[in-house]
């Protein structure tokens, strides 16, 4: 559980700090910072909690996830000037954090005895719902659901990699390890290397 | 309760399919198609349970609509191209999801025991929501929000209906297939003939 | 806790309000405009019970918001033809409710026994998640993250000034009345004389 906990508060930080580079690409103050950061730090945990009837939910349990991501806006408003290409460094630490996200959300769902798809689900809500409600808040096109890239499928593959790693060495670090290491670098690849799942196009007319 | 599980998978599958189209438009991925699928499909149900305080969710407790949504979004990403428009086909389907959601919602706040009004809010918030969630994640208009169209009047008089009928004939198939008919009539006639209700001006200038 | 009941109504009348000029924006139909007034009231009290686990919603237990919310709906749809400018009354009517709502969510944290930051939390849930969930789907830029003008700091003011008036002179309905003027004083200097945060810049060049 401690191992959750710590995840939790990584994704938190890692999320937090996305969240402050996107405040500050729409321009906001010290406390737009901090909003926009928290609500992505925990956005999906906190989605995550109300569908599984997890109340209240995990930062009103334990503050330490608002503390560390109010921290990490301030220390980013403070120093994202120093940043050169903001949207580069938003998209690859988003691929950190929903990285450590996905294993948070896998783990706490296995934690409560949870059948296997639904350990899935959770980490992929866990996962991509921070993100996706940053975006949303912010104006921003949702990384989520770009055209042509991996992001909910790197959720799903490394969903099933923490429960294949589980069925072959057991449960614990390892498993949570491999589904980190999996997501990200599907993210990763898809974000370098344009990895990509058949059936996106370039661009054929679209309908009205 | 059987009916209304038939029901809500029945609207699942609807709404899976309009999500999946609006991923086409969106050039989504296959994972990408069942993620929208899904979120359109289980989004208004969702808002339902968690608002009445129903935990775990529906879908949590029976994966019945998550898996009729994913097989649905897969059959509608290998079928999509035959499609000439998909925004018509998004409109129309999303009426007939609109139509049997609404009769879930309104069914199951009965089923709760839930006051009149209350039940005529559920009929709305399962009817809309997994659109609008649909709509607002994948930057399209909400069809739910569009100026001169009949949606949630259409809810709130399936509602209605289904209380009405409920009355007359006593609860049951009869009153929920009321509630659909009404809803349906009221959406169909909105799109195709373009029925509204008064208030509703051309263009007026736009005051900043 | 009438006082609190009393805020909570207060809140929906005028955030109704704001939502209803928000739905004339989009020339919605009657049920159009009730609809996004009924979102905008209740929006923001809804989120904050959900991540208390209380449930059902307030206003599922007590109607009245929702009655109120309708009402004002109405009210708004026969009269805003009457009004010159709607951006500028919804901006001054949003400061107001604005003002009355982060009371009422510090209230009903405090009335939980919940900690200090919790009812700085909420305060701010309640204020904003309302607005923001009518401008996000009516797509109109969300006021709370307005670059340049206080929105969050302004709650987030007002519910230390809550929290401090109660340390002063006891809790009751003079901490409450604190927490309003503070909050409406720091909305108001920001929408009319331009006060702000220093960090915010004029147009720096946006990174890709």
């Known amino acids: 559980m401690t191992l959750l906990l710590a995840l939790d508060l990584a994704a938190a930080l890692v999320f937090a700090v996305t969240g402050a580079l996107v405040a500050a690409r729409a321009q906001l103050d010290p406390i737009g910072f901090i909003f926009v950061a928290c609500l992505t730090a925990v956005g999906g945990g906190t989605v995550r909690d109300l569908l599984l009837g997890r109340e209240p939910v995990f930062w009103i349990a334990d503050p330490a996830p608002v503390a560390v991501?109010?921290?990490?806006?301030?220390?980013?408003?403070?120093?994202?000037?120093?940043?050169?290409?903001?949207?580069?460094?938003?998209?690859?630490?988003?691929?950190?954090a929903l990285s450590v996200a996905?294993?948070?959300?896998?783990?706490?769902?296995?934690?409560?005895?949870?059948?296997?798809?639904?350990?899935?689900?959770?980490?992929?809500?866990?996962?991509?719902?921070?993100?996706?409600?940053?975006?949303?808040?912010?104006?921003?096109?949702?990384?989520?659901?770009?055209?042509?890239?991996?992001?909910?499928?790197?959720?799903?593959?490394?969903?099933?990699?923490?429960?294949?790693?589980?069925e072959l060495v057991g449960p614990g670090a390892l498993a949570l390890g491999a589904c980190m290491l999996v997501t990200f670098a599907l993210r990763a690849g898809s974000v370098r290397f344009g990895w990509r799942l058949p059936g996106w196009r370039e661009r054929p007319p679209k309908p009205r």
């Open 69 to 96: 991501a109010g921290t990490a806006a301030i220390a980013v408003f403070f120093t994202h000037h120093l940043v050169a290409s903001r949207l580069a460094v938003i998209v690859w630490l988003d691929a950190v």
């Open 102 to 166: 996905v294993a948070a959300g896998v783990g706490v769902a296995y934690g409560l005895d949870l059948p296997v798809w639904t350990q899935l689900v959770m980490g992929i809500v866990t996962g991509c719902f921070g993100g996706l409600m940053r975006d949303v808040v912010c104006n921003e096109v949702p990384l989520v659901l770009k055209a042509g890239e991996l992001y909910v499928t790197a959720a799903l593959a490394g969903g099933a990699a923490a429960v294949l790693a589980r």
